[in-house]
């Protein structure tokens, strides 16, 4: 199944779990975690993953040390774009941890 395929499969979902908040706010996390490549570009999606979302926290494991202080400089802007595209979740803070990224 193409990209094209995920969106409507995860609107699907949505209806059918409709009075499941807590299912719902999943997928939306789920997305937001896909997101990540798309936020960054190209380069730093190679050397870095949104790996989970938690209490208001996004996890990001970075393979070097330069690219995490890149991403650091850039983070302001990535939450806004976060928060503008996933109003649904709370997302108030990047965590960078360096890492070597299982592919």
Same mark, same amino acid.
């Given at each position: !199944?193409?990209?094209?395929?995920?969106?409507?499969?995860?609107? *699907?979902?949505? $209806?059918f779990?409709?009075?499941?908040?807590?299912? *719902?706010?999943?997928?939306?996390?789920?997305?937001?975690? &896909?997101?990540?490549?798309?936020? $960054?570009? &190209?380069?730093?999606? @190679? $050397?870095?993953?949104?790996i @989970?979302?938690?209490?208001? %926290?996004? %996890? $990001?494991?970075?393979?070097?040390? #330069?690219? !995490?202080?890149? *991403?650091?400089?850039?983070?302001?802007? #990535?939450?806004s774009?976060? @928060?503008?595209e996933?109003?649904? #979740?709370?997302?108030?803070?990047?965590?960078?941890? @360096?890492?070597a *990224?299982?592919?």
């Amino acid at each position: !199944m193409g990209e094209a395929g995920l969106a409507p499969f995860a609107e *699907l979902l949505s $209806v059918f779990f409709k009075k499941d908040p807590e299912f *719902l706010r999943q997928i939306e996390e789920n997305k937001a975690l &896909e997101a990540w490549p798309g936020y $960054v570009g &190209e380069a730093a999606a @190679r $050397v870095s993953k949104a790996i @989970r979302l938690r209490n208001g %926290t996004l %996890t $990001v494991h970075v393979q070097d040390g #330069i690219w !995490m202080q890149q *991403l650091s400089l850039l983070k302001n802007g #990535i939450l806004s774009r976060y @928060r503008n595209e996933f109003p649904k #979740i709370v997302i108030r803070d990047i965590f960078f941890k @360096r890492q070597a *990224l299982a592919r």
